[in-house]
């Protein structure tokens, strides 16, 4: 087989050896026995456009993206999903044939499937969820929880200007409560979500009170780091499911695996155990 027919993909993040993807990735590139490589790419921000016009010529079918470029990638792709403007960000590059770079963003995708995968009670319309943040990664949030038809959600955020955005571009289904009454909707949640970066390790804790969750409530962190966050051990002495962050790490590279290798991959406990070695 010619060299050029072995496909390669990586990430590219400044930092970029936080990154688990490698892990990820590789291990499903063993488990179903592609011929591909993937490799994490140091990238300066100066550097970026260069790189990626590099990258197809090089043998590259696409590349994920992780901080500082998930904003920038969007100027300098060829085509952008709908899915990606919506989230005003990109997590995955698609090097096309005719050497044009599609960009597309997974986040909301590995959220959502990851939340079925871990409560596969869990019904969309079954009641209003509870949002903490208003980042990046909570935007990916609210759009895969209003498309997946979830009735009402109460959105809290630190920095209140960031959730009413968020209202002003998601419309009504979102309903902003003030950081420090975020406590007092915990009750009447049938989703609680943190999607801001409180309880990752070597960041403050969540401080927001859980004494209302009730047992039908399923909690989700965002935060993997640890696996176990304060809010997932509540969740858990409160009867909840509860469902870890990891899961949508996972997932959100779905697209990306079968896009460039041409195999859907299987999220299951062996990918995990990938994933954190
Ligand atoms: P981001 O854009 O920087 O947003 C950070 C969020 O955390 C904002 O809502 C921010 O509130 C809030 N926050 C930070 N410090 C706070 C504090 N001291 N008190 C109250 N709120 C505070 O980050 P992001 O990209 O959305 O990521 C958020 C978390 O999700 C991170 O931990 C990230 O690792 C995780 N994440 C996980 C996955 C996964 O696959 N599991 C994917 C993406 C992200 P303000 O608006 O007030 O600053």
């Known amino acids: 087989m010619s060299d050029r027919k ?11 050896a936080h990154s688990r993807s490698p892990q990820i990735q590789n291990h499903w590139l063993k488990t179903y026995e592609i011929a591909g490589y993937y490799v994490p790419m140091h990238v300066e921000p100066q550097d970026l456009e260069t790189v990626i016009r590099s990258l197809p010529k090089a043998g590259f079918v696409g590349a994920n993206v992780t901080i500082p470029h998930k904003e920038a990638v969007m100027q300098i792709a060829d085509k952008v999903t709908d899915r990606a403007t919506l989230m005003g960000a990109a997590n995955t590059l698609i090097f096309r044939e005719d050497g044009s770079v599609l960009a597309d963003n997974t986040d909301g995708y590995g959220f959502i499937t990851n939340l079925h995968q871990g409560a596969p009670d869990w019904k969309p319309n079954g009641g209003p969820a509870l949002v903490l ?19 009402e959600i109460m959105l809290s955020n630190r920095t209140r200007e960031r959730a009413d955005q968020l209202r002003k571009e998601f419309g009504k289904r979102i309903q902003v409560i003030d950081w420090v009454k975020a406590g007092n909707a915990v009750e009447d949640a049938s989703l609680v979500v943190n999607a801001t970066s409180l309880g990752m390790e070597g960041k403050r804790p969540l401080r927001v009170p859980m004494d209302g969750l009730q047992t039908s409530c399923v909690v989700t962190d965002l935060v993997y780091t640890p696996l176990k ?13 509860v469902v870890d962050g990891l899961g949508m790490l ?28």
Not at 133 to 150: K, P, T
Not at 263 to 270: C, N, S, T, Y
């Open 133 to 151: 943040g208003a980042g990046g990664a909570c935007r990916a949030v609210i759009a895969s929880l209003v498309e997946a038809g979830v009735p």
């Open 229 to 241: 966050t304060d809010l997932i051990q509540a969740g858990e002495d409160a009867g909840c499911t």
């Open 6 to 16: 072995i496909p390669l993909a990586g990430v590219i993040g400044c930092p970029v």
């Open 250 to 277: 996972l997932h959100q590279a779905v697209p990306g695996f079968e896009r460039w290798f041409g195999q859907r991959p299987k999220v299951d406990e062996a990918t995990r155990a990938a994933a954190l070695a």
